[in-house]
């Protein structure tokens, strides 16, 4: 296994589409985590699963942001009528639930919203 | 309100010298304490950690120390080399979730 994937690497968006992201986590890995990273900050955790369970959800993940997990393998995050202030690097992690503070990261999706 | 502060945005060494990375908290619940690497375009690399009933950890060149008392922990890099050039993310960890510092970008000069 080569690590925890993301595709696509950049996506760039019209302001009110729709857009999807994919995580591949490390396959042994039983929980998958979605951050969100702007520009000088550390990444901010958005939500986590553990198998195909949702388990928590930030109060930064509103409405218009859904992720699913559906058979505990690969996530997608989907963000819905994108907004200008919904540019920044994605980020998914994964870990094995028993070491949940040693998360793996993926190279994340940049997203771009004109 | 940040619960995990690197108040140093950059720091430069010269090669072969130490790097000394430092990091405050306010939460005295967090469990576990980590450090990530991260170079451009790509995701954070995990370091090191250290649990909170520790006060070193050593891998390598690198060295973790936690001073509870004090909310403080750094993150020791002897020698430095230049592919030690990267933001450095001084992280927490209070059950499932790690909360980040807005990270230290270290520069290795010639």
């Known amino acids: 296994d080569t690590g925890v994937s993301q595709d696509p690497r950049h996506k760039i968006t019209k302001r009110g589409q729709n857009v999807t992201f994919r995580c591949d986590p490390i396959s042994e890995h039983n929980r998958l985590y979605w951050y969100r990273q702007t520009l000088g900050q550390g990444p901010e955790f958005l939500t986590y699963?553990?198998?195909?369970?949702?388990?928590?959800k930030s109060r930064l993940l509103s409405d218009r942001f859904s992720a699913e997990r559906p058979k505990g393998s690969f996530s997608t995050l989907e963000i819905q009528r994108t907004e200008q202030g919904d540019s920044a690097m994605y980020l998914c992690?994964?870990?094995?639930?028993?070491?949940?503070?040693?998360?793996?990261f993926g190279p994340g999706t940049r997203l771009t919203v004109t | 309100d940040q619960q995990v502060k690197q108040n140093s945005p950059s720091l430069s060494v010269q090669e072969g010298r130490i790097s000394i990375l430092n990091c405050d908290y306010t939460?005295?619940?967090?469990?576990?304490f980590l450090w990530y690497k991260k170079y451009p375009a790509e995701g954070p690399t995990f370091l090191i950690s250290i649990s909170s009933i520790k006060d070193k950890n050593e891998d390598g060149r690198f060295t973790v120390f936690l001073n509870k008392s004090a909310k403080h922990l750094s993150l020791h890099i002897v020698p430095s080399q230049p592919g030690d050039s990267a933001v450095y993310f001084c992280a927490a960890s209070a059950g499932d979730k790690i909360i980040f510092g807005k990270g230290t970008r270290l520069h290795i000069l010639p």
């Open positions: 939460n005295s619940m967090f469990d576990y």
């Open positions: 992690a994964s870990s094995f639930s028993r070491a949940p503070y040693e998360q793996y």
């Open positions: 699963f553990q198998n195909e369970a949702q388990l928590e």
